[in-house]
């Protein structure tokens, strides 16, 4: 078993970091107003114990600790074991992976659950707009990775992430204003108020974005409201948001071009693959506006508590490649009910329900090669897609210091597809069961380590389930078309080992080491022009193990400190049998190292930061060496000021221009070193912001 080696050093380092001489303390947290805060809405040290009775690997972070919150790799930059592949690096849709799960998908997103609130927030297929999301609106992102998810609906191998809305309760209001290079422009606008047992906020935001390369402007509009009413044993909050996005895709380059000009596009030059795909002509973008409506109801006490959540949403979303436009008008519904109990003596018990459709329409056409336009229309399917979950769960106290938790979730997942254009018709089921068997030690009051073993499922999501076939030339012997694919669930057994805990008061780390064993991966295929063209299951296993590590803290410095971070994600991933036997999965970073150290000195905190992939990453699964995305060091600077109500900042990116691929598309095998394969990341940047808290 090559992963033994792994996980034996880790263990072996395991009792050594526990032989502290005197308790540790995790490092203080303060909350304000955290007597007024509702459970619905968690205090962050109150998720903070919710997450502590998991027994496996959670982050918690809070975004409004941040300085610029413009995108999600701000609010999520420094946390272990979740891997942001920007895109553009404005205001469109990265790719997200946690643990792998989700990173076949570009350049749609799918692989983890995404939550607003505690409520499913992706389509009931399992795709998300990960776009949609705010991070200026959110108090705490809770992060449950793998197995480690904790509602109903959350089987998939990357777990789950979810955003909670700042209240009433939090602020009273906040103005913020940013402005940065490439025309980058942000602003928000937020009043909330709290009385006896009512609270509500409501936050108006918009963005704009200028692009460091040729078309790739992108702009975001937002407003969310939440209105909570409580008593003390019943709380309802009702939720409401509102999101218009939209970006130009500037599309890929093949390696040369990105070196040579990595502001350039395809359509700069007179070369036949310019002509071919020129960006300007054929305009590629997407555009996408959803709004969201929501109720959640808790009540009751420790001895028996439920909870009760609708959420009604509508996704209208155009998402068109230089060769294909497809647009979707999607109506997802859902629901979810939880109860917790305490039986007398050493048990706690939990049961869950929850329920989603969506019923889309989806049309294709192929592109105008002149204008953009729609041309040939070959696909229009009436889609709908149904989840259906059972989650039943026990934690046994065998000890003062050991607790034995377990779950089982059951499932079913319905994936129905008519083609109205053919009249072909695909109906798919999945029943499936996902089992979790887990174990807390907890020899010192803040010292905890963990381990378990688990079970993942994932249906295919319709960007899966429809490929399409055309080519970027209109040739009547091979007209467009689509099919409708036959797949089965993507499966995996898993076991984590890990801890969390403070060496000092100016130490915490946390560690998780896991292995995956994948049965029938979701693999998706880009064809030579470097748009999507299907999904098929991998014939052989694969393998998913790695390590995910955070060190951070805070050192008194002659009446000041120093303030650092770092997060390290290790991702060992390959193909077991098959056609690619032993081979690297193509798309994973194999290291990736985020670090920051700030100097704090009264109001001001300064210093670097630093993102470094030290290896190449392979983006073919053959793993062709001349493909490979290189490594790259990207250096920044951040100048943090805040006093009162106050805040303001100052920050650099790429302070080096380092020249580098973001991201690219994921091949079987890279056709010819001039195929359009990569996506230039940002050159050198300053943003600077200010708010005021009310």
Do not use: C
Not at 87 to 104: A, E, H, K, M, Y
Not at 372 to 396: I, K, M, P, Q
Not at 437 to 449: C, E, F, I, K, S
Not at 505 to 512: G, H, I, K, V
């Amino acid at each position: 078993m090559r992963h033994l080696p792994l996980l034996v050093a880790i263990a072996a380092a395991m009792p050594a970091l526990s032989q502290a001489n005197e308790p540790v303390r995790l490092p203080a947290i303060d909350v304000s107003a955290e007597a007024e805060k509702a459970p619905l809405q968690p205090s962050v040290s109150q998720e903070q114990k919710r997450l502590e009775r998991v027994p496996g690997g959670t982050n918690l972070t809070e975004p409004q600790q941040e300085t610029r919150l413009a995108t999600l790799r701000d609010a999520l930059d420094y946390q272990p074991g979740v891997v942001i592949q920007e895109f553009f690096g404005g205001f469109d849709t990265p790719r997200l992976n946690v643990r792998g799960s989700g990173i076949q998908s570009n350049p749609v997103n799918r692989g983890v659950l995404l939550l607003q609130d505690g409520l499913p927030l992706n389509e009931a297929d399992g795709s998300f707009v990960i776009g949609v999301l705010e991070p200026r609106d959110t108090a705490l992102v809770s992060i449950r990775r793998g197995a480690n998810a904790i509602t109903p609906s959350a089987t998939t191998l990357g777990g789950e992430l979810d955003f909670q809305s700042l209240t009433g309760a939090d602020e009273a209001g906040r103005v913020r204003l940013e402005t940065g290079s490439f025309g980058r422009q942000g602003w928000q606008a937020a009043v909330g108020g709290q009385g006896e047992s009512l609270d509500g906020r409501f936050s108006v935001s918009g963005n704009r974005y200028d692009g460091f390369r040729n078309h790739s402007e992108s702009e975001r509009d937002s407003l969310r409201a939440n209105l909570g009413f409580y008593t003390d044993d019943f709380e309802n909050r009702s939720y409401f948001s509102w999101t218009d996005l939209a970006f130009d895709i500037p599309f890929v380059v093949p390696k040369q071009r990105l070196e040579d000009d990595p502001e350039g596009v395809l359509g700069d030059k007179a070369t036949p693959l310019d002509n071919l795909f020129n960006v300007y002509r054929r305009d590629p973008l997407r555009e996408t506006k959803q709004w969201r409506l929501a109720n959640r109801s808790r009540w009751g006490d420790e001895t028996l508590r439920q909870d009760l959540g609708f959420y009604v949403q509508n996704t209208d979303d155009r998402f068109k490649s230089p060769v294909a436009s497809t647009e979707t008008d999607s109506r997802t519904f859902g629901g979810q009910w939880q109860l917790n109990g305490q039986w007398t003596g050493p048990l706690s018990w939990r049961l869950g329900l929850a329920w989603s459709r969506s019923d889309m329409d989806r049309t294709l056409n192929a592109v105008n090669p002149q204008n953009g336009s729609n041309a040939t229309r070959f696909g229009d399917f009436d889609l709908h897609a149904e989840n259906r979950h059972v989650l039943a769960g026990l934690d046994w106290q065998l000890a003062e210091d050991w607790v034995v938790t377990g779950d089982i979730k059951w499932g079913q997942a319905i994936r129905d597809a008519d083609d109205r254009q053919n009249g072909e018709t695909l109906d798919q089921s999945w029943t499936y069961a996902t089992p979790k068997l887990g174990v807390n030690w907890t020899p010192a009051p803040d010292l905890r380590w963990y381990a378990n073993i688990s079970r993942s499922q994932e249906a295919p999501t319709y960007w899966e389930i429809i490929a399409s076939n055309l080519t970027p030339t209109s040739d009547p012997n091979n007209p467009p078309n689509a099919e409708l694919v036959e797949l089965d669930l993507q499966r995996a057994t898993t076991t984590e080992l890990g801890g969390q805990g403070a060496l000092s008061e100016a130490l915490y780390w946390n560690l998780a080491v896991y292995h995956s064993r994948v049965e029938d991966e979701l693999m998706a295929t880009t064809n030579d022009s470097g748009t999507a063209s299907g999904t098929f299951n991998y014939a052989g296993k694969t393998r998913h193990q790695g390590v995910e590590a955070g060190l951070s803290g805070s050192l008194p410095v002659a009446g000041a400190a120093i303030d650092y971070r770092s997060s390290w994600t290790y991702s060992d991933f390959r193909f077991d049998g098959g056609e690619f036997d032993d081979n690297r999965i193509g798309g994973v970073p194999r290291h990736l190292v985020n670090a920051e150290v700030l100097y704090r000195i009264n109001s001001w905190r300064v210093g670097p930061n630093v993102r470094w992939m030290p290896v190449d990453t392979p983006v073919d699964h053959v793993n062709t060496d001349s493909a490979d995305q290189e490594a790259y060091t990207l250096l920044g600077f951040k100048i943090d000021y805040e006093a009162g109500p106050w805040r303001g900042y100052l920050q650099g990116d790429n302070l080096t221009d380092e020249v580098y691929a973001s991201s690219y598309v994921i091949r079987k095998k890279q056709p010819n070193p001039n195929a359009p394969t990569y996506l230039p990341g940002n050159g050198r940047s300053v943003s600077a912001g200010i708010s005021y808290r009310f």
